[in-house]
């Protein structure tokens, strides 16, 4: 081929357009591609929180808000019931009165946890009205009347009075038994006890204070049976329970161990959220599940145990030592100490507060993520998030949330699937799914 030749057969292959004499057209993206592209992510968060109308965020914040003042009030009652307890003697005379009932140490312990926790929830059952009943239904959060919001209490204290006894038994046998070591031990038995009735709750205690059935609906239950097969969840049958006959809060829960695992939700998010928001929901309860959240929760709260006991045995024996005598007080294994020790933990939680919340917090922001993932529903989990939003301040300061919440604020969580949203604009499902506010 001449020179000539080889040059035009390049200038075809490179420039085919310019040499047939045509010029080039841009492919406009399809529509839901360019709106992808141009999905901006703070503008969507935006205006998800501006769905709130301003008198129900209002409300929503002063309730939340109110919780900061309800904690330092709870610990301060607390602290004021054990010190009459203390002060008057009479934790010294509920021992002496299981003293003369019966010889048996053990059978002394549970007697005198009866009367303490009797005792002490008549005593403070005021700021608990308040705190249950009256705050509840001004807020516009609470459906009971008083008669089975009483009734409610009643069996709470019950469940109290039992699993108390069976944690106070050994905690203070363990103090007879080991003396100086008695706090590491101590630890470790309520982090095997808080196994335990996690491991028995689903089936035996929460049906105490709702009906559960079998949900019927597979629009609803297929999907999320199929997404818990898909994760590994040994869960064969969903439930859902009644808690409209108490709250208007929405919830769910993947629980239980060995074999007890359940899905349950209640009757609110049924009634209240269309299905992409059921599945968002689901999904992150399910996250749960699947990270194990159950041993890491444990664990770490386990840690913050040992150092709360840790913190009880120093302060315990010089606290005695000064007005033992005065109180009636023997000593460590002495279960009259008991308000001695409450308080102490009492305090120990509140300055820990933070803590315990970043790790709570930590976990819920871990699911939050599994779910998105797991179910790719960020409009449906958005407006779920507003709606749990009800009842939490919707947009903290940065302080606030380290502090007092538990869970990530809405603002986090929305920001979080909107962020989400804007990584998989691409994806089929995402690009031809809700159209998010901007």
């Known amino acids: 081929m001449s020179r000539a030749g080889r040059f035009v057969l390049l200038a075809i292959l490179l420039f085919p357009n310019v040499v047939s004499g045509q010029t080039s057209t841009p492919v406009p993206p399809p529509a839901n591609q360019a709106i992808a592209e141009a999905f901006d992510v703070r503008a969507a968060v935006e205006a998800y929180l501006a769905k709130m109308p301003p008198a129900q965020r209002a409300r929503s914040d002063a309730y939340f808000e109110g919780d900061y003042w309800l904690l330092l009030w709870d610990f301060l009652s607390t602290v004021a019931v054990m010190w009459l307890l203390l002060r008057f003697r009479w934790s010294a005379r509920m021992r002496n009165l299981a003293e003369r009932l019966t010889h048996l140490r053990p ?104 009906k559960y059935k079998t949900l019927q609906d597979p629009h609803i239950k297929d999907p999320i049976l199929s997404m818990a097969r898909a994760n590994g969840i040994p869960a064969t049958d969903v439930y859902e329970f009644d808690a409209s006959r108490q709250t208007k809060r929405i919830s769910a829960n993947v629980s239980g161990l060995f074999g007890t695992t359940r899905i349950s939700m209640n009757d609110n998010l049924l009634k209240r959220c269309d299905h992409d928001e059921i599945i968002a929901v689901l999904g992150h309860e399910m996250g749960h599940y699947v990270l194990n959240h159950a041993a890491l929760l444990l664990t770490w709260y386990g840690l913050l145990f040992l150092a709360g006991f840790a913190f009880v045995n120093w302060g315990y024996g010089r606290i005695v030592n000064l007005y033992g005598a005065d109180w009636g007080v023997r000593g460590l294994d002495d279960v009259a100490g008991l308000p001695v020790l409450a308080a102490l933990m009492s305090f120990f939680f ?21 779910g998105i993932n797991a179910v790719r529903k960020p409009d449906g989990f958005a407006r779920a998030t507003l709606m749990l939003s009800e009842y939490r301040k919707l947009d903290p300061s940065p302080l606030e949330e380290f502090v007092f919440y538990d869970h990530p604020s809405g603002r986090s969580r929305i920001l979080m699937a909107m962020r989400w949203k804007l990584e998989h604009r691409n994806d089929w499902d995402v690009k031809n799914g809700p159209v998010s506010p901007q």
């Open 107 to 210: 059978l002394q312990t549970a007697l005198y946890w009866v009367q303490f926790i009797v005792i002490v929830s008549a005593v403070t059952f005021p700021l608990g009205l308040y705190e249950g009943y009256f705050r509840e239904h001004r807020y516009g959060l609470l459906n009971q009347t008083f008669g089975p919001w009483m009734w409610d209490q009643i069996v709470m204290l019950l469940v109290s009075v039992v699993l108390g006894a069976m944690l106070m038994v050994p905690l203070f046998g363990l103090v007879r038994r080991l003396g100086k070591s008695w706090w590491v031990w101590g630890a470790t038995l309520t982090v095997v006890f808080a196994a335990f009735v996690s491991l028995i709750a689903p089936v035996y205690i929460a049906p105490l204070f709702n």
């Open 350 to 370: 509140l300055v820990a507060t933070p803590v315990s919340n970043t790790i709570t917090r930590s976990a819920e922001a871990q699911a939050d993520i599994f």
